[in-house]
């Protein structure tokens, strides 16, 4: 009863995309319910993409999914765009740090090579959709962490470096979330998630970059066109 009473206003724009629902007490009220019971049909919801929970905040009517092609070679502010949304990014950090195993496996280092590390939170419509750490090899961008690195790195890259992406090797996979993904973007440690792996290429075919991408269940759907 509860599910199908609140995909049902969903559905017919009665609750609209991003409005917070009302509190758990109240929802339990108004359905003569158990929180337990309540809190069923809500993770039942969650799990469809229809409504997320951030942390402290509650429940909130999550908007339609990010299309995200990985066959295209565009970058987040312009895939989201594109779309006719808004895209944001914020950097946390920015540091030159020695790399972990499974980032010089990744860019075919030696143990403990240093590293330019970025971390960096995504928005779509101010909503924080995607935790993002970038790993970068400091010869190819001498004095990288001098620029504006809010941008797309493409762009700087572009601009400052005269170096573009020319390949990239993708690997997508779900996990839970935990740690920093969690907490920046404020979900519960071990909520379900979507892990997108980018190892990127220059015009020579030599690994210059890579990024992790933790992205929220509900936020994008994978969309690929071949041929």
């Known amino acids: 009863m509860i599910r199908i009473a609140l995909c049902d206003q969903i559905e017919h724009g009665g609750l609209k995309a991003g409005s917070k629902l009302p509190s758990e007490r109240m929802l339990s009220e108004r359905f003569g319910t158990t929180r337990v019971t309540l809190r069923e049909a809500l993770a039942s919801l969650e799990a469809d993409g229809l409504v997320y929970r951030e942390d402290r905040r509650g429940w909130f009517v999550a908007p339609q999914r990010l299309v995200y092609d990985p066959t295209r070679n565009a970058n987040f502010h312009t895939?989201?765009?594109?779309?006719?949304?808004?895209?944001?990014?914020?950097?946390?950090?920015?540091?030159?740090?020695?790399?972990?195993?499974?980032?010089?496996?990744?860019?075919?280092?030696?143990?403990?090579?240093?590293?330019?590390?970025?971390?960096?939170?995504?928005?779509?419509?101010?909503?924080?959709?995607?935790?993002?750490?970038?790993?970068?090899?400091?010869?190819?961008?001498?004095?990288?962490?001098?620029?504006?690195?809010?941008?797309?790195?493409?762009?700087?890259?572009?601009?400052?470096?005269?170096?573009?992406?020319?390949?990239?090797?993708?690997?997508?996979?779900?996990?839970?979330?935990?740690?920093?993904?969690?907490?920046?973007?404020?979900?519960?440690?071990?909520?379900?998630?979507?892990?997108?792996?980018?190892?990127?290429?220059?015009?020579?075919?030599?690994?210059?970059?890579?990024?992790?991408e933790y992205w929220r269940h509900d936020a994008i759907v994978i969309t690929a066109e071949t041929g």
Do not use: W
């Open 79 to 212: 895939m989201v765009t594109d779309q006719g949304r808004s895209p944001a990014t914020r950097l946390l950090s920015a540091s030159l740090v020695p790399a972990t195993a499974g980032v010089q496996r990744l860019l075919g280092l030696q143990p403990l090579t240093p590293v330019y590390r970025l971390q960096r939170l995504r928005s779509v419509d101010n909503r924080v959709v995607v935790y993002v750490e970038n790993y970068i090899i400091p010869e190819y961008f001498p004095g990288l962490l001098e620029h504006n690195l809010e941008r797309s790195l493409s762009d700087v890259y572009r601009e400052h470096y005269s170096t573009a992406y020319h390949r990239v090797r993708f690997q997508l996979y779900p996990v839970g979330l935990h740690g920093d993904s969690a907490h920046h973007l404020k979900v519960t440690t071990g909520s379900s998630g979507l892990l997108v792996t980018r190892v990127n290429q220059n015009s020579e075919g030599l690994v210059i970059d890579c990024d992790l």
